[in-house]
Each structure stands twice: as C-alpha cells, then as structure tokens.
C-alpha cells in the first residue's frame, strides 16, 4: 500500500512538473522581465494593452504558417526584427494605429528570438 501511494504521489509529480515546463506564457513573460525588457509595459499575454494580445499575434502566425504562407522560422525572424526596430501597421484595428517603439538592444537579439519563440508557442 506504501508503495502503491508514492508511485501515486511520483505520478502526480511528474505530472505537475510535465505541464510547469509547457508553459509559455509563464516563460515569455519571466524572460522579458529578467532580459530587461519592457514588453509588458504595452503588452499582455491575454488582452490588449498598447499593443496586441501575445494570443492574437500567435494565432495569426500559427495561422499563416499552418496556411503555408510562412514558415515558423521566418516568422520568428520577421517579428524579432519588428520588435527590433519597431514600427506599425499590422495591428491598426485593434490598436487604433499605435506604434511599438524600437528595441535595438534591450533584450538581447538572443533573448527577443527565445520571447518571439515563446509567444507563436502559445497558439500552436
Ligand atoms: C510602446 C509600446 C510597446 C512596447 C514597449 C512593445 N510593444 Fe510590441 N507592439 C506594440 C504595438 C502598438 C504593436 C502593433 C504594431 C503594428 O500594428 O504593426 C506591437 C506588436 C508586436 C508584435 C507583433 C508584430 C507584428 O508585426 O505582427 C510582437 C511580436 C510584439 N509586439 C512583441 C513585443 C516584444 C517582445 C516587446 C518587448 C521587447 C514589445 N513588443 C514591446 C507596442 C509595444
């Protein structure tokens, strides 16, 4: 019966741990804060802020690559060099036309492609 409870007790701990490593959301918003980035100044996984929800930039370009119009690395490359170098225009009509601001060192270019990696990982 012991043995029975910490097989049990092993199982739900392999479990809990299974679904706290598949976590993007707690991920991409850790690595922005401890990579000194302020994405969340404007941003949030779940609702507008400034910017998009990171759900709804996700699922758009899941979308486009499920739909064969991209490729999840390319994606990944175009995003981090708008986050990079900011700018506008693809999100008007839920941010009324607002701009991102440039991000030229802050996270690292490293670290932006792991939070642009995190956050297409949130809609897959
Ligand atoms: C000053 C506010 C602001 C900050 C700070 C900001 N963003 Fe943005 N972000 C925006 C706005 C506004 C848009 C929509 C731009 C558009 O319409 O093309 C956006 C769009 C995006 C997109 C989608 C881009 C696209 O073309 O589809 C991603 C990804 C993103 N932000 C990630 C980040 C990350 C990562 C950071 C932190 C390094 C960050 N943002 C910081 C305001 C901000």
Do not use: Q
Not at 81 to 93: A, P, S
Request: charged content about 25%; hydrophobic content about 45%; glycine content about 10%.
């Amino acid at each position: 019966m012991k043995a029975m409870i910490a097989a049990a007790t092993a199982a739900v701990a392999m479990m809990a741990s299974g679904v706290a490593m598949a976590d993007p959301a707690g991920d991409a918003v850790a690595l922005v804060k401890s990579s000194g980035g302020d994405c969340l100044v404007c941003h949030a996984i779940d609702h507008k802020v400034v910017g998009p929800a990171w759900n709804d930039v996700s699922a758009r370009y899941n979308g486009d690559i499920k739909a064969g119009k991209t490729t999840e690395a390319k994606a990944e490359d175009a995003l981090v060099e708008k986050v990079t170098k900011g700018g506008k225009g693809n999100w008007d009509k839920v941010t009324g036309g607002m701009s991102m601001t440039p991000h030229p060192s802050k996270p690292s270019n490293a670290d932006l492609h792991k939070i642009v990696k995190l956050i297409l990982d949130l809609k897959k």
